[in-house]
Structure formats: C-alpha cells, structure tokens
T-cell receptor, first 115, second 113 residues
Framework: ETGVTQSPTHLIKTRGQQVTLRCSSQ?????VSWYQQALGQGPQFIFQ???????GRGNFPPRFSGLQFPNYSSELNVNALELDDSALYLC??????????????FGNGTRLTVT | GESVGLHLPTLSVQEGDNSIINCAYS??????FIWYKQESGKGPQFIID?????DKRQGQRVTVLLNKTVKHLSLQIAATQPGDSAVYFC????????????FGKGTRLSVIA
C-alpha cells in the first residue's frame, strides 16, 4: 500500500510569487485535504476535495486554491505569496468523506519558505 | 468557536514509565476524535481514534479515554520508550460535515533514558 506522497519536500519563494504543491493520495483514498502548519502550531485546515470538487474550506483567502484530479492526486496553489505563508503544508487523504469519520493519513509535507 | 486545546505544552517522562497526555475540546457536538504523533521533519502519524459513543479504546501500548461530560480527551502510553518522543496532537471532527479535523497546538513528549 502506497502512502501519501508530497512534492517538493522543500521550497523557497520570494514574496509576491506563486507556488504549486503536489500530493498523491494513499491508494484507495478518494478524499484529499490540505493543512497549513506554522512552526510550533497544530495543522490548520485549508480545504478538502472530493470527486474533484472543493467541498469544505477553512479560514484562508481565495489566493489559496486547489485541484483534485481523476486519479485523486491533488495540487495546492498559492498566489501572491506573503511572508506569513511560510509553513509546512500537509496533504492528507482518507477513504471516505470526513463526515463519515475516516481518519486522515498525512504525507510528510512541503516546507515552504517565503523571503 | 470550535477549538481544541491541550493542558500541558511539554511533558518529560522517564523511560519505562507511563505517559498521560491531556486534551480539552470545546465543541460538545464533536463525534470523532483522533490522536496523532508527529516526529521532527515528518507529517502527523495516526495513533488511535475514538468515536463519541465510546469512553475508552485500547491499542498497542496506547489507550484513549474520552470524557464527554467535561469535554476531555487523554492519551495514555504504557512503558514509554525513547521512540515515543514526539509532538502529540489531539484532533476533533466537528459536526459541520465538511471540516475534516480541528487540531490543537500539541504537546511535546520527551522521554528521558
């Protein structure tokens, strides 16, 4: 069974730039969620995708957007990067939608640094 | 609003002793709870979960207790080992449907050999 994989592992961008982070879901999982984890904090929910559509969103501005593909892989896009966007970005997949109480399985994240 | 908090930000335990990590949650309607372990440079790793219709669940060396009356969750680790050193997060699944999990800030567990 293949776990959740994310790429790249580390990334450095300049303020104002755009970034795309990628995630491959765990085999058999059809729901993907993205979380932002600032240093010393717990993960904060960004959004969730199911059947290629966003079906839940946390308190993040529209410059955070995403996609889910037919093979359940996903992208997180962030436009107009700000210094506060520096964080670990975590992708998680689950077998069913969150409301059905299926645990999330996380990748090891992408460490984004905005300078 | 919905929030998950932890009573102790750091916990130091002697190797071989039992560890207890506590968590308070604020949404009394949350129906599902998970404990995660996060090691340095890695993503959160699922440890154990519990549904709101249970008050105790046991795994391998770990036990989760749920007290809905006081909205309290705890993780007990038996015979703590150096490999247990990590940050532990509790997370709750609020009933709003489309927010998978709400995490707290975490507790750092340090095992003293």
């Amino acid at each position: 069974e293949t776990g959740v994989t994310q790429s790249p592992t580390h990334l450095i961008k300049t303020r104002g730039q755009q970034v795309t982070l990628r995630c491959s879901s765990q085999s058999g999982h059809n729901t993907v969620s993205w979380y932002q984890q600032a240093l010393g904090q717990g993960p904060q929910f960004i959004f969730q995708y199911y059947r290629e559509e966003e079906n839940g969103r946390g308190n993040f501005p529209p410059r955070f957007s995403g996609l889910q593909f037919p093979n359940y892989s996903s992208e997180l896009n962030v436009n107009a990067l700000e210094l506060d966007d520096s964080a670990l970005y975590l992708c998680a997949s689950s077998a069913l939608r969150g409301i059905l109480n299926s645990p999330l399985h996380f990748g090891n994240g992408t460490r984004l640094t905005v300078t | 609003g919905e929030s998950v908090g932890l009573h102790l930000p750091t916990l130091s335990v002697q190797e071989g002793d039992n560890s207890i990590i506590n968590c308070a949650y604020s949404n009394s309607a949350s129906d599902y709870f998970i404990w995660y372990k996060q090691e340095s440079g890695k993503g959160p790793q699922f440890i154990i979960d519990i549904r709101s219709n249970m008050d105790k669940r046991q795994g391998q060396r770990v036990t989760v207790l749920l007290n809905k009356t006081v909205k309290h969750l705890s993780l007990q680790i038996a015979a703590t080992q150096p490999g247990d050193s990590a940050v532990y997060f509790c997370a709750e699944n609020p009933p709003s449907g489309n927010t998978p999990l709400v995490f707290g800030k975490g507790t750092r567990l340090s095992v003293i050999a």
